[in-house]
């Protein structure tokens, strides 16, 4: 068990100071009995927060238990003398406070029975140099040797200098991508009323983006009611940029554009689900490199205001077609309208373990409110789907698709005027890998 918690003291925080923070958080320890365990932790916070320590249970730290502060890492140090019994498991609280707020988090401890000969070790199979660099790439550089040792790898160093030359050419080529490969976006929405993008660029501070290695995180700062709801980061496809809303103005050319990663055949382009084809109005076009695909619509009147989807194999990415307000005759001015389906849910056979995106389209004024479930489950508040909503075109994702998602997935939009619903079932197939 771990979770941090915040009470905060001021309305308001003085430029320049902070409420406490954890720069390395405690972790969740599980000792024998008769054995010792220690807590370490790093805070910052301007003022300099002070750091106690206490158990969730309220019963006082058993004695000879010792609180430190080490000079030199800047740790504070909780150590729990030897000779640990049953009666010191418990959940342990890390207390950073100064004016601003009151951080505590909370680890536990876990105490097991001493035990009177080690169990005999189970014998794994030592990966090949291909196996064992996957298992090196996903892992903290600091974990290398340990991790060589476990898998019984005797030439570390050599593992490690082969390692680097992998990493290296990575890093190049992510740093200096070609100019037609986009780079995976990553958003970060809040489902409050529908999952909208976080605009950080906007929030004058409010928000930080970090990322460190493969980890992304999104730092919240001055915490407050406000605040509340769930936050999920959403991932682009890696084999194709996704499709962005197109604002045009009327009786001109609106243009969407899709970047791939590597030359693909068979790409489809749909408009409200119907294929397209190169014609007088649409014009189709591919780079000499085969990795730009673009659909310009001519001559853009209401008539052609809709859904368009780029169809990439097993991967769709759709957005509207918007007319700029400004441009449309008053007499064409959208007025009150009940929500209405242009494009609905259609079915998906999902292989196993592949992520499955349904979508679909809807329009309506004021705009509706959008609520998905699975069979009569409501999955507003579930954090293993994603969804979005977005100029009308509504998403939602199941992730690594199993048997047990297997049912009929049921969108419903609302507003004052009406409330529509629509339906598709996602069926479950066994992932074929291909022979090349």
Known sequence: ????????????????????????????????????????????????????????????????????????????????????????EDAYKCIASNVHADCTYTVSLSVTESESAPAPREERKVPDEKEMWEILVKADKKDYERICIEYGFTDFRGMLKRLKEMKKKVDTEVSHPPASLPLPSHVWLLSLQGAEPIRTQFSLGKY????????????????????????????????MSALKPVTVTERQTGVFECKLTKRVDGVLWRWNGAELKRDEKH???????????????????????????VCVG???SSGQMLIDSTSLNPSLTPSLSAPKF????????????????????????????????????????K??????????VCTLTVPSATT??????????????????STCRLTEQAHHVNSD
């Open 1 to 88: 068990m771990q979770s941090l918690s915040v009470e905060t003291h001021s309305a308001t925080i003085p430029p320049g100071e902070t409420i406490p923070q954890f720069n390395e958080k405690p972790i969740s320890v599980t000792a024998q009995e008769g054995k010792e365990a220690v807590f370490k932790v790093k805070v910052k916070g301007n003022p300099k927060p002070s750091v106690t320590w206490k158990r969730a249970s309220n019963k006082p730290l058993r004695e000879g238990a010792r609180i430190s502060f080490d000079n030199v890492t800047k740790e504070n140090i909780l150590k729990v003398k030897s000779n640990l019994t049953a009666d010191d």
């Open 208 to 239: 930080e983006l970090k990322q460190v290695g493969t980890k992304y995180q999104l730092v919240v700062k001055n915490v407050s009611m406000k605040d509340s709801g769930m936050y999920s980061l959403q991932v682009a496809d890696k084999r």
């Open 283 to 309: 014009d189709i076009t591919v780079s000499e490199d085969g990795l730009t695909h673009t659909l310009k619509v001519k001559d853009v009147r209401p008539s052609d205001l809709g859904l368009y989807s």
């Open 314 to 316: 097993d991967k769709t």
């Open 342 to 381: 242009i494009t609905p849910l259609r079915n998906h056979n999902a292989q196993r373990g592949r992520d499955c995106t349904m979508s679909c389209a809807v329009s309506g004024n004021p705009r509706p409110h959008i609520t998905w479930y699975k069979g009569k489950v409501n999955l507003s508040d």
């Open 383 to 392: 954090l293993k789907y994603w969804h979005t909503s977005s100029t009308g």
């Open 404 to 421: 047990k998602d297997t049912d009929d997935y049921t969108i419903v939009a609302e507003n004052t005027l009406g409330k529509v619903t």
